[in-house]
């Protein structure tokens, strides 16, 4: 009964899980299902509709999936949250050596003394104000039914030749690249 069951379900193209199947296995296989994909509006601060379009564009230049604009139409969501803060990072510090010696000077009939006195001093500051800026993005792949079947978190403070929205959309897809890649190669 129960290979009927599973020669149906096959013949149908629905995936079937068994018992020695983890569910991570299982998500890896319909990663490699995914055809289109819906990109979700992101929740976060006012950054999250640039850094969405910025997810757009480099899944699009991935040529890896179809991106479209219909919900419907999609395999599966990208839904997640994203933030590009910039700060200021402000650093003070102050270090001080100092050193005194001080004499005295005492009188009496017969003598008198001498007064001296001896100081040294340094004092050091430093402030410096430096301005930061950084991205951070947490999205996942959602299939019709609801089932998360792949996530990640990313962030960046930015690369040498592009801002750090750019570069954790640029994570996000070289992420979701390598992990597709790797549900291609069959298990051992």
Same mark, same amino acid.
């Given at each position: ?13 629905? =995936?079937? =899980?068994?018992? /020695? ?8 296989? /319909? ?14 601060? /006012?950054?999250?509709? =640039? ?8 899944? =699009? ?7 479209? /604009? ?40 017969r003598e008198r003394g001498q007064y001296g006195s001896v100081g040294a001093g340094e004092s050091e500051s430093a402030h410096s104000a430096e301005r930061r800026h950084e991205a951070v993005a947490a999205v996942r792949l959602v ?27 640029d994570k996000i897809t070289r992420r979701l690249m390598a992990d597709y890649q790797r549900a291609k190669k069959p298990a051992?």
């Amino acid at each position: 009964m129960t290979s009927l069951l599973f020669a149906a379900a096959l013949a149908l193209g629905a =995936q079937v =899980q068994t018992a /020695e199947t983890p569910p991570e296995d299982a998500a890896s296989h /319909e990663l490699l299902t995914v055809r289109r994909i819906y990109v979700d509006k992101l929740t976060g601060g /006012e950054t999250a509709a =640039q850094m969405r379009d910025m997810i757009i564009s480099s899944l =699009q230049n991935c040529r890896l999936f179809v991106i479209t /604009e219909n919900p419907e139409r999609a395999d599966t969501i990208l839904r997640g949250s994203a933030e590009d803060l910039v700060f200021t990072d402000v650093h003070t510090s102050s270090d001080s050596l100092n050193t005194h010696a001080n004499f005295g000077t005492s009188r009496s009939t017969r003598e008198r003394g001498q007064y001296g006195s001896v100081g040294a001093g340094e004092s050091e500051s430093a402030h410096s104000a430096e301005r930061r800026h950084e991205a951070v993005a947490a999205v996942r792949l959602v299939n019709k039914e609801g089932d998360v079947i792949w996530s990640t978190t990313e962030e960046s403070t930015g690369g040498k030749f592009r801002g750090s929205s750019a570069d954790v959309a640029d994570k996000i897809t070289r992420r979701l690249m390598a992990d597709y890649q790797r549900a291609k190669k069959p298990a051992r």
